[in-house]
C-alpha cells in the first residue's frame, strides 16, 4: 500500500508546548527572582503570542522575537537595567529545551497513523529548542523528517517554506498530502497558500475564522485519524 504524506507541525499539536512554555517561563522568573504569579505569566504569553504573529508575517526576525519579548516583560515589571532580555532569553531556552511532553493521545496516534502516512513534522519553532524537545521526546525517531523554519531561512505560512519541503520530500505530491496543525494563521494558511488539503487540529475549541477556512476541522486524535484513514 502506498503511503499518504502528513505534514503535521509539532507544539500544540503533537507535543505540549503550552504546558512546557508554563513551566519555563515560571522557572525563568524565579532564577531572576522575578514575580511568579498568573498576571506576570499572561503578560508574557501576550507579549510572545503577539511577536510570533508578527513573525509569520515577516514583521520581525526570530533574534528579534526571543530577545524582545523578555524586553517588553521587563518593562512592565519595571526592572530595566538590572536584568538583560538576552540573559532572560537563555535562561528561558535552557528551561524550555527540556520540556518534552507529548499531548494526550499524540503518542498513540503516532503509532497508528504511521501505517498509513509518511510523517513529516513542520515547525516554526526555534531550532535549538526544537532538536532537543525532538530528541529527548524521541520524537524524532518515529517520523521520516522535519523541517524548521530558522533552518530554512523561511517560515509557514510562506510558500517558500512548503516548496523546499515539498523539493525536499522523496516523491512528493500534493494530492497524496494532508496537512495537519493548530494555528490557523501559520499551519492552515500556509497550506492552503500551497494548494494541499488542511486539518485544524482544534481539541481546545478555540473560535472559527472568517477569512481562513481548513477543509476540516477535528477536535481529538481519534477524530483525526478517522477522517485521515477515510479519506
Known sequence: MKKKILLIDVDDTLLDFTGG?????T???SHFCLPTD????EAYRHFNDELWKAYEQGKVSKPELVVKRFEML???LNVVGKITPEEMNVEYFNNLQNQHDY?????EFIDKISEYYRIILITNGTTQIQNARLRDSKLIDRVESVFISEQLGTRKPEKAYFEIVASSVENFDKSDCVLVGDSLTSDILGG???QIKTVWFNPN???????IIPDKTVY????LYTYLTLI
Not at 481529538?220 to 477524530?223: I, L, Q, R, V, W
Open 192 to 194: 492552503k497558500n500551497y
Open 74 to 76: 521587563l518593562e512592565r
Open 220 to 223: 481529538s486524535f481519534d477524530e
Open 21 to 25: 512554555e508554563r513551566v519555563a517561563i
Open 27 to 29: 522557572k525563568t522568573l
Open 38 to 41: 498568573e498576571e506576570t505569566i
Open 103 to 107: 499531548k494526550e493521545g499524540a503518542s
Open 205 to 211: 475549541h478555540k473560535p472559527a475564522s472568517k477569512d
